[in-house]
T-cell receptor
Framework: AQSVAQPEDQVNVAEGNPLTVKCTYS??????LFWYVQYPNRGLQFLLKYITGDNLVKGSYGFEAEFNKSQTSFHLKKPSALVSDSALYFC?????????????WGAGTKLIIKP | GAGVSQSPSNKVTEKGKDVELRCDPI?????LYWYRQSLGQGLEFLIYFQGNSAPDKSGLPSDRFSAERTGGSVSTLTIQRTQQEDSAVYLC?????????????FGEGSRLTVL
């Protein structure tokens, strides 16, 4: 069965420190991988995606993520956190298989950046 | 339009009343998704449209929930005889097609409160 795990409900980081939000996945085939961010009372905003090619993907707001096939992971990272990065982050995966329209979502990780 | 538009942004209703939530996807997007998000929680898939047809209604929680899409564009999610447990944010997303390998584009959501 396809699944996405975000093992941390909440991550606390001091401003200026590097941050990591973890995501692991399970699909039968090869994955398309996504990160979204949700600010309070807002919809989901797309951050970055891995479709093919370079395993290190750079996205919006200075975020990046590395696709690791052997560890089935796609952790979100940023070298220096900002207070404004505080939000809810979702990882999602789609199987490349035929007719597969469905995105499988993680439960979300609340990121809190403290000044 | 430029983005996915949802209305109303907020709806307060009394238990037992019917509500309609509207989603206007990005022009030309044939795939449309409805999700439900309880307070600060993850995304619960409700229904997927490809054009005007709904090949996957598996996420609709009960027969009080229905959705339609007309003209391959606007979609309406209807909840009949609302219950307090229906209180949530209802998110709509669209993409160019169901097999689009990239991201979904989300609206800002409709917050439903059932008193």
């Amino acid at each position: 069965a396809q699944s996405v795990a975000q093992p941390e409900d909440q991550v606390n980081v001091a401003e200026g420190n590097p941050l990591t939000v973890k995501c692991t996945y399970s699909v039968s085939g090869n994955p398309y991988l996504f990160w979204y961010v949700q600010y309070p009372n807002r919809g989901l905003q797309f951050l970055l995606k891995y479709i093919t090619g370079d395993n290190l993907v750079k996205g919006s707001y200075g975020f990046e993520a590395e696709f690791n096939k052997s560890q089935t992971s796609f952790h979100l990272k940023k070298p220096s956190a900002l207070v404004s990065d505080s939000a809810l982050y979702f990882c999602a995966v789609r199987d490349r298989g035929d007719s597969n329209y469905q995105l499988i979502w993680g439960a979300g990780t609340k990121l809190i950046i403290k000044p | 339009g430029a983005g996915v538009s949802q209305s109303p942004s907020n709806k307060v209703t009394e238990k037992g009343k019917d509500v309609e939530l509207r989603c206007d996807p990005i022009s030309g997007h044939t795939a449309l998704y409805w999700y439900r998000q309880s307070l600060g929680q993850g995304l619960e898939f409700l229904i997927y449209f490809q054009g005007n047809s709904a090949p996957d209604k598996s996420g609709l929680p009960s027969d009080r929930f229905s959705a339609e899409r007309t003209g391959g564009s606007v979609s309406t999610l209807t909840i009949q005889r609302t219950q307090q447990e229906d209180s949530a944010v209802y998110l709509c997303a669209s993409s160019p097609s169901g097999l689009w390998p990239g991201e979904l584009f989300f609206g800002e959501g409709s917050r439903l409160t059932v008193l």
